[in-house]
């Protein structure tokens, strides 16, 4: 009788591409059951792996401070609950900021999770490496700075027009096409196109002045833009292609790509690369406003806040926490930055690794609240009467000219509770803050956008 593909399910394979060829093998060389069962060794899948039965451990460095904040504290938790299952897991944390980002157990925003020889894709997402740099202008005037700033500077879709864009080094395009994730000539071009952009959402250019030191400081705040996101786009797919083969109780979000494989170590490669590249084009934008007023800096630092960092055969995934470890970050100039919001200080802080931080600290001051569940409760006020309340004293501009009180004080949790956290659970030590002085950020980008313009057109 001719060997055939019900005789392959029948001894435990899954239907796949090689059965074709597998049969096609067993029938032309006459196999006997002990040779078919030795040629199919090499089709053999490994076991697949299980869920751990209960959660890892997680520190919860996060309480309610009001009513409010319950549900919030709620979601964060019960998430990580089921986060904290998946198998690559062995430890994690919330910082005070953690706020839950989408269906139970993905990874909140506050989130530190630490994972065995495995890349998660899904816990940096598509805003790979959002990071803040700072550099000292010196004495120089916050309002000179600000309005250089605003001239340089680029917020919202896309990238700069032909003429007006920043150069990325040769040196890293040539990395981008020796690695086989970023070797695309398109991407390439749109990560040409986006040096110097700065996107939207919550990512600002703020110019502030330093308790210490009367200095003048500008701090941008931004991801890897369209790059990082194309990286992420297809690191999940090779993760989930992972996760089919060897773990599909996994959750979709929570699939990883091993470190010890050609993909693992090629992805940890591309993930420097674009850290790299973020790093670029948060100097393109500083130098250029140096330039501009003709100011030597006097210091400059940065961190990122998501991403992954490597520790032997652990990767810390940072969603939204801020690296203390000096472990964690090759190239340490300085402390850390927290930003809160527009109204509050920028921190700088300091700190060690410890049995509740794992060695990171908040990244912001994160949100209790949607944009639009915020934007529903202050309905009964006009855009106008928000914007004058909780700006007042200071230079707030929106790069499209339209407000966004999304990103406005109120839609964030209260500064002054997540600082007293900072404290309570020893997270790390504020050095100095800078004080604001005007902030810059993309604004309403949807409100009048091109597509939007072109479907009343068509309507007309």
């Known amino acids: 009788m001719e060997f055939n593909g019900n005789h392959l399910?029948?001894?435990?394979?899954?239907?796949?591409?090689?059965?074709?060829?597998?049969?096609?093998?067993?029938?032309?060389?006459?196999?006997?059951?002990?040779?078919?069962?030795?040629?199919?060794?090499?089709?053999?899948?490994?076991?697949?792996?299980?869920?751990?039965e209960t959660a890892k451990d997680f520190v919860i460095n996060?309480?309610?401070?009001?009513?409010?904040?319950?549900?919030?504290?709620?979601?964060?938790?019960?998430?990580m609950n089921v986060l904290m299952k998946t198998p690559t897991l062995v430890s994690g944390a919330i910082m005070p900021d953690a706020c839950p980002?989408?269906?139970?157990?993905?990874?909140?925003?506050g989130g530190v999770v630490v994972a065995k020889n495995a890349i998660h894709p899904g816990f940096h997402s598509a805003d790979i490496c959002c990071s803040v740099m700072l550099t000292d202008f010196g004495?120089?005037?916050?309002?000179?700075?600000?309005?250089?700033?605003?001239?340089?500077?680029?917020?919202?879709?896309?990238?700069?027009?032909?003429?007006?864009?920043?150069?990325?080094?040769?040196?890293?395009?040539?990395?981008?096409?020796?690695?086989?994730?970023?070797?695309?000539?398109?991407?390439i071009s749109i990560a040409r196109s986006h040096m110097g952009t700065q996107g939207d959402g919550?990512?600002?250019?703020?110019?502030?002045?330093?308790?210490?030191?009367?200095?003048?400081m500008l701090v941008t705040h931004h991801v890897s833009r369209a790059p990082g996101a194309a990286l992420y786009d297809k690191g999940m797919k090779v993760a989930n292609k992972?996760?089919?083969e060897n773990s599909p109780e996994t959750l979709r979000e929570n699939a990883w790509i091993p470190y010890d494989s050609q993909e693992g170590k090629s992805y940890w490669d591309a993930l420097q690369l674009i850290r790299t590249w973020t790093k670029e084009n948060h100097i393109s934008i500083h130098d250029a406003t140096l330039s501009k007023l003709g100011i030597e800096k006097e210091d400059r630092y940065w961190n990122e806040h998501n991403f992954v960092f490597k520790d032997g055969d652990l990767f810390y995934h940072a969603k939204g926490a801020t690296p203390l470890d000096d472990k964690f970050m090759p190239d340490i100039t300085g402390p850390r930055l927290i930003p809160l919001n527009m109204s509050e200080p920028v921190l700088i802080v300091q700190g060690k690794t410890n049995e509740r931080n794992l060695g990171f600290a908040p990244h912001?001051?994160?949100?209790?609240?949607?944009?639009?569940?915020?934007?529903?409760?202050?309905?009964?006020?006009?855009?106008?009467?928000?914007?004058?309340?909780?700006?007042?004293?200071?230079?707030?501009?929106?790069?499209?000219?339209?407000?966004?009180?999304?990103?406005?004080?109120?839609?964030?949790?209260?500064?002054?509770?997540?600082?007293?956290?900072?404290?309570?659970?020893?997270?790390?030590?504020?050095?100095?803050?800078?004080m604001p002085y005007g902030c810059i950020m993309a604004g309403d980008v949807q409100k009048n956008a091109p597509w939007k313009k072109k479907k009343k057109f068509r309507k007309a």
């Open 9 to 52: 399910i029948e001894l435990g394979y899954k239907s796949a591409k090689w059965f074709k060829e597998a049969i096609a093998y067993i029938n032309e060389n006459n196999l006997d059951e002990n040779q078919i069962k030795e040629y199919l060794e090499q089709f053999k899948q490994p076991e697949l792996i299980p869920l751990h």
């Open 62 to 79: 996060i309480r309610a401070e009001h009513e409010s904040e319950n549900d919030n504290v709620e979601k964060v938790i019960n998430t």
């Open 101 to 109: 980002t989408g269906p139970v157990g993905q990874i909140p925003v």
């Open 139 to 187: 004495k120089a005037d916050p309002k000179e700075v600000l309005d250089a700033a605003h001239s340089i500077t680029h917020f919202g879709y896309g990238g700069r027009p032909r003429g007006e864009q920043m150069p990325m080094s040769q040196e890293l395009m040539d990395a981008f096409r020796a690695n086989n994730f970023l070797n695309d000539e398109k991407l």
């Open 202 to 216: 919550n990512h600002f250019l703020f110019v502030g002045i330093s308790k210490n030191t009367g200095n003048t």
């Open 242 to 244: 992972f996760r089919m």
């Open 364 to 434: 912001g001051a994160g949100r209790n609240f949607s944009r639009s569940q915020h934007k529903k409760s202050l309905a009964h006020k006009t855009t106008e009467e928000i914007f004058a309340k909780e700006t007042k004293g200071l230079d707030i501009r929106f790069y499209s000219n339209e407000i966004d009180i999304s990103e406005l004080p109120t839609a964030y949790k209260s500064a002054k509770n997540v600082r007293a956290q900072i404290e309570e659970f020893g997270l790390c030590e504020v050095l100095d803050e800078v």
